[in-house]
């Protein structure tokens, strides 16, 4: 089983209902074993059109999957929940990323992880450094809450 690092995010809809009923389906997945949570967090939207604020959490299981399996997973879920992909960082009744696999590197067509932004999304940073400050990223050689101060300082 290796530990995963899920950030989730939603602002189409009842936001916290399509946060946790995101959680639900991912609990309820074969070769899961639940973690962690953050506490929601509201934030602006990144980049694309004008659109409402997301509701961001952190999500942390174990998993026997494969990170390609886990992201076909987490593609059914936020399709089942209605996720339309119209543009780029579009507004999404859910939106589910794979943050960090393990110490896991994998680059190819379909996944990227760890996920090639996040260190630079306060969006992410924050709620992953509340469940998951010692977590490394095993390219950039740093710790979240290394990131999260970084970023943070950054932006003040």
């Known amino acids: 089983m290796e530990i995963v690092y899920i950030a989730l995010g ?22 899961i074993q639940p973690g962690k949570i953050s506490k929601f967090y509201e934030t ?4 694309g059109p004008a659109q ?7 999500l942390e299981i174990k998993t026997s999957m494969s990170p390609h399996q886990l992201l076909e997973e987490l593609q059914r879920i936020e399709l089942h929940m209605g996720r339309i992909r119209k543009e780029k960082w579009g507004p999404r009744t859910i939106d589910l990323d794979i943050v960090f696999f393990g110490d896991r590197i994998v680059e190819d067509a379909q996944l ?17 450094a509340e469940i998951a400050p010692n977590a490394a990223h095993p390219v950039l050689k740093k710790t979240v809450f290394q990131m999260y101060q970084e970023l943070k300082t950054f932006h003040q």
């Open 10 to 31: 939603a602002n189409l809809g009842d936001r916290e209902k399509n946060m946790r009923n995101a959680h639900g389906h991912i609990m309820r997945l074969e070769g």
């Open 44 to 47: 602006a939207p990144f980049g």
């Open 52 to 58: 409402p604020m997301f509701l961001n959490a952190a």
């Open 112 to 128: 990227k992880i760890p996920h090639p932004l996040m260190h630079e999304r306060m969006f992410v940073l924050e709620p992953l």
